[in-house]
């Protein structure tokens, strides 16, 4: 899985697992789990739940990532292929 092969990746770079790339590479792993999930089980409302809770998450800690580094921030979101943040 992904998640393996970032967890080396970070550990080469002496940061552990509470680091904001590893925690926004979980979180998009769940995300991914969960829309899966729910592709087949519509009415499915905990997960729905579950799911909206979790991207709340991870868009606060790209909020974060953000604005205290922008590079690091452009180099997870093109890593982990997902969607640039919009600022307001």
Do not use: C
Request: glycine share 4%; charged share 35%; no cysteine.
């Amino acid at each position: 899985m992904i998640k393996n092969a970032f967890i080396s990746f970070q550990e080469k770079k002496k940061e552990g697992r509470g680091s904001v790339e590893f925690q926004v590479l979980s979180f998009t792993n769940k995300i991914r789990k969960l829309t899966s999930h729910l592709e087949l089980h519509r009415k499915d409302y905990l997960s729905q739940r579950g799911l909206r809770k979790i991207l709340g998450k991870r868009q606060r800690l790209l909020a974060y990532l953000s604005k205290k580094n922008r590079v690091r921030y452009k180099e997870l979101i093109n890593q982990l292929n997902i969607r640039e943040l919009k600022t307001r």
